[in-house]
């Protein structure tokens, strides 16, 4: 077991199952969630979309909370049939395993395979950008902000732009940031001061982290980052120590324990 325990950074429901996980391995981990999620203030844009499924050859999902809370809206009257010929993007295998929970069959479901040494967008477009030409339509299922408006890269939704191929968006869900109560300021004072270890799957997760702890020095803090791009934004944050590796079990079993 580490002598700092390891921080979890994810939403609520998914840092549990990162929690468990961990625990499982022999390792001390505690949720600190800095991402809120909610849902939309308005429903009608899923609704709608689910109305015009068959509109779509493909439908690229950014999470396993975008799968969550698109098929919670699945119209009564959408069939197994309307799905049928549709693909379904993943970035990775929390999304698959929603995808599948959702009841999408795994034969229609691209995603990059589990050994793959990075999950993105860029390593979701290097296995579907073939399917994308003139004319075909694709919708990204997403998150969005707190007035509900798109957040994040759209990187993905410009290279489909660039093949010719039109894409419609939808919010899902909004990412809200976090407002600790005691307990969770004091974990994140452990952090900061390098009693614990932090696990970072998101950039935005450590930007909301600076919001909430202004004029933190971070010099000290130890970090394990989920995508070179999040390790450079811990970079930029200033902490201390710093690895960076795929969100593979073993690989982030080995980066923590690194830093132990």
Request: net charge negative; with cysteine.
């Amino acid at each position: 077991m580490t002598a700092r325990p390891v921080i979890v950074t994810r939403p609520a429901r998914e840092g549990v199952q990162w929690v468990d996980d961990l625990r499982a391995a022999g390792l001390d981990a505690v949720a600190l969630p800095l991402i809120v999620i909610e849902p939309v203030h308005d429903a009608e844009p899923l609704r709608a979309a689910w109305r015009r499924i068959e509109d779509y050859a493909a439908l690229m999902f950014v999470s396993a909370t975008a799968v969550e809370h698109f098929f919670q809206h699945r119209d009564a009257d959408s069939t197994d049939e309307a799905l049928a010929g549709r693909r379904f993007w993943a970035t990775g295998p929390g999304t698959t395993r929603a995808l599948l929970r959702a009841g999408v069959p795994p034969d229609a479901i691209d995603a990059p395979p589990p050994e793959a040494t990075r999950f993105d967008s860029e390593a979701l477009w290097e296995r579907v950008q073939a399917q994308v030409s003139a004319g075909v339509r694709v919708l990204i299922v997403r998150g969005g902000d707190e007035a509900g408006q798109p957040a994040g890269r759209d990187w993905l939704a410009k290279e489909i732009d660039a093949a010719s191929g039109h894409r419609d968006t939808v919010v899902a869900y909004r990412r809200l940031p976090p407002l600790f109560d005691v307990r969770q300021h004091q974990l994140a004072i452990d952090g900061a001061e390098g009693r614990a270890i932090w696990l970072f799957s998101s950039s935005e997760a450590i930007a909301n982290l600076q919001r909430a702890m202004p004029g933190t020095d971070w010099r000290a803090a130890s970090a394990v980052a989920t995508h070179a791009r999040i390790g450079e934004a811990a970079r930029a944050a200033g902490f201390g120590a710093l690895r960076v590796c795929t969100p593979l079990r073993d690989a982030l079993i080995a980066s923590i324990e690194s830093l132990a």
